[in-house]
């Protein structure tokens, strides 16, 4: 009996697109500085920063924008020692007797 010929599976979509965060990026500019008229105009005040990541191997280069989609209001915790667990750098030492 002839052993059973299977396809090579499919690469799936994830491997064969890069990720945006697998890219390198170049510049990192805040609004108002060059390179970034264009969507400091279209934006507004939501604009925080505009970036510019580089596929050498596909040979392009891409502009993202990081945007500010929400606001409320916010009160920082009164205690902050409440909510930060400390981690002495040292174990802890007991003292054993007998």
Do not use: H
Not at 4 to 29: C, G, M, Y
Not at 35 to 53: F, N
């Amino acid at each position: 009996m002839a052993p059973i010929r299977r396809a090579a599976p499919e690469p799936s979509f994830a491997r064969t697109v890069r990720q945006p965060w697998a890219l390198k990026t170049t510049d990192s500019l805040r609004p108002g500085e060059r390179g970034t008229k264009r969507p400091a105009a279209e934006l507004g005040d939501r604009l925080v920063c505009v970036r510019y990541r580089c596929d050498p191997q596909k040979r392009k280069r891409y502009k993202t924008v990081e945007l500010i989609v929400a606001e409320a209001d916010w009160e920082p915790p009164r205690n902050p020692a409440i909510r930060c667990r400390c981690v002495s750098p040292s174990p802890r030492r007991t003292s054993v007797s007998g």
